[in-house]
């Protein structure tokens, strides 16, 4: 992709976070507004055709607003730093709300009741993966897989399409793809975002899924993932799932180590 200016790249990651918080195409009057740049509403206008062309940006032809690509998604995830403590701050007793359920849940329940906190925190659906292949009583091979909120992703404007949500439930309860895709992509070093066409699954097309590896005594066990529409709150998301993908280490470990 052609690089940007430092004013494309502003308007660019205004566009994405204004349809993130409204859902709506987004014109340039709302982005002067909004972010009181120093340069006129025609200005911001003719930049944002320029970041069309460049295939950052798209429009639905009912709306002279424009709507992120999917390359406009990676361009703004590769260059903007989720690290911010104040979106981390309202998920600091993580660790108080999941270690009593880690001592008195079997793991299968355990790792439900981190899928459905992620849920919860995030109003999309949570997921949690381990590759079943201990203990030796088990069977090699298997996952154990637990996908909790899918209510959340039925009530969201990009899902209100009878088809796409048919395909994509489809694929939540065929498992083995995408248990398969989320375990080949969680990067063991930082929390890794995949987005629409980047999963190679139509039913997913309209989806982002941010995951992160979780590990205990050393090494990777599994994976921690929340799934939602592309326009997901990527600021709050992000550091949720840096923060539980730690969390769920240290207490498996804690659990290892008094068994």
């Not at 326009?231 to 804690?254: C, F, H, Q, T, W």
Request: proline residues 5%; negative net charge; charged residues 25%.
């Amino acid at each position: 992709m052609n690089p940007l200016s430092q004013r494309q790249n502003n308007i660019l990651l205004g566009v994405i976070e204004t349809h993130i918080e409204t859902t709506q195409p987004v014109g340039s009057r709302s982005i002067a507004e909004k972010y009181a740049l120093s340069f006129s509403s025609a200005t911001i206008r003719n930049e944002m055709g320029a970041l069309e062309e460049m295939g950052y940006l798209t429009h639905p032809h009912t709306s002279s607003g424009r709507l992120p690509t999917d390359h406009g998604y990676r361009y703004y995830l590769d260059n903007t730093s989720f690290e911010d403590t104040s979106a981390v701050a309202p998920f600091t007793r993580l660790t108080e709300e999941l270690a009593p359920a880690a001592a008195e849940e079997r793991l299968e329940e355990f790792l439900d009741h981190v899928a459905l906190l992620l849920s919860s925190l995030s109003q999309e659906i949570g997921l949690t993966l381990m590759p079943s292949c201990r203990p030796a009583s088990e069977r090699s091979g298997r996952a154990r897989f637990s996908l909790q909120g899918l209510p959340y992703i039925l009530e969201k404007p990009e899902f209100q399409d009878v088809r796409k949500i048919r395909n994509l439930i489809g694929v939540f309860e065929e498992k083995i793809a995408l248990t398969q895709w989320v375990l080949t992509h969680g990067n063991p070093e930082s929390v890794s975002v995949s987005v629409g066409r980047e999963h190679a699954q139509e039913a997913l097309e309209d989806c982002a899924i941010v995951t992160a590896r979780y590990g205990a005594g050393g090494e990777s066990r599994g994976v921690i993932a929340i799934l939602g529409p592309k326009r997901m709150a990527y600021r709050k998301i992000i550091p949720l799932v840096s923060r539980m993908a730690v969390v769920v280490g240290d207490i498996l470990e804690n659990r290892e180590l008094e068994a």
